[in-house]
């Protein structure tokens, strides 16, 4: 396999960045496939906000969040102990090797995890192996081909594919979205639906800061740069392409 490494790091921006995240913003591609009484698997889950809805909407079902960093679990413990919701924990576990048995979940949930994976495959077969023979498996990860950026410059376009070719260089590949589907397949998965939808990002400061702290952390300070001179601009827009996709063991 090749080597991987997380490529936006565990800075409170970048633990911020997830947790505005919910099932209603972000997960409801899936939500129509989840149910009182499922017992759900959210790979990759960070600081767990979109977990604990889950958990929420499968009560007295139980959620198990897995993350292989320490401090986005102890974030989502926290955080499902202010939310008051007690049938959901959070494990430290990698994606290639779930501390599970086989057949262990009824769903599995899976967003902004595949992009940074160095062998999405592999851990879609360890999906494959702990879920039930009826289950389902919802993903969700962007696709860089689908930007949109404005107001546009080659200065720009240059700072955005130089994160992307971060991404790849660490193992993981932003352009992704768009092969969910295959991957699942590969897996051994039967595809039920594929869909993309855009995310308009509240502010450019928002998304611009976000990626440029990362260029900034690997010594690429001209695109950092770029990035932020371009957030000042009130009237422009990044809109994120996210790529989902549902799929069975049994169809
Ligand atoms: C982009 S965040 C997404 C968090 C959450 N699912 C969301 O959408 O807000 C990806 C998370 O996957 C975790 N992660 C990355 N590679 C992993 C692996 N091989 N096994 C388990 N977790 C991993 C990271 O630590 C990070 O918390």
């Not at 767990?48 to 986005?72: C, H, M, W, Y």
């Not at 919701?85 to 599995?108: G, H, K, W």
């Not at 389902?136 to 955005?160: F, K, N, Q, T």
């Not at 770029?226 to 994120?240: V, Y």
Request: aromatic share 10%.
């Amino acid at each position: 396999m090749k080597s991987e490494m997380y490529t936006p790091g565990y800075t409170n921006n970048a633990t911020n960045f997830m947790a505005r995240r919910g099932l209603e913003s972000h997960g409801q591609f899936f939500a129509p496939f989840l149910s009182a009484r499922h017992t759900v698997l959210d790979l990759g889950c960070g600081p767990g906000t979109i977990s604990v809805d889950i958990a929420r909407l499968v009560v007295p079902g139980k959620v198990t969040g897995i993350d292989f960093n320490e401090s986005q679990i102890v974030q989502a413990r926290k955080h499902a102990g202010e939310a008051g919701v007690s049938n959901v924990d959070f494990q430290i576990a990698s994606c290639y090797e779930l501390p599970f048995a086989q057949q262990s979940f009824d769903r599995i949930f899976c967003h902004a995890l595949m992009e940074h994976l160095a062998d999405p495959v592999k851990a879609l077969r360890e999906s494959f192996r702990v879920l039930q023979p009826d289950g389902m498996i919802g993903l969700c990860s962007p696709d860089a081909e689908g930007w949109l950026l404005s107001p546009p410059s080659s200065e720009l376009e240059a700072a955005v594919a130089a994160y992307a070719d971060l991404q790849q260089a660490n193992g993981g590949n932003l352009r992704i979205g768009k092969n969910l589907g295959v991957l699942l397949q590969d897996a051994g998965f039967t595809v039920i639906r594929l869909a993309a939808r855009y995310e308009c990002y509240p502010s450019l400061e928002f998304i611009g800061e976000y990626l440029a702290l990362q260029l900034e952390q690997q010594g690429a300070s001209r695109h950092a740069t770029t990035l932020r001179e371009w957030a000042k601009d009130a009237n422009g827009m990044f809109a994120q392409a996210w790529v989902s996709a549902v799929a069975g063991k049994s169809l």
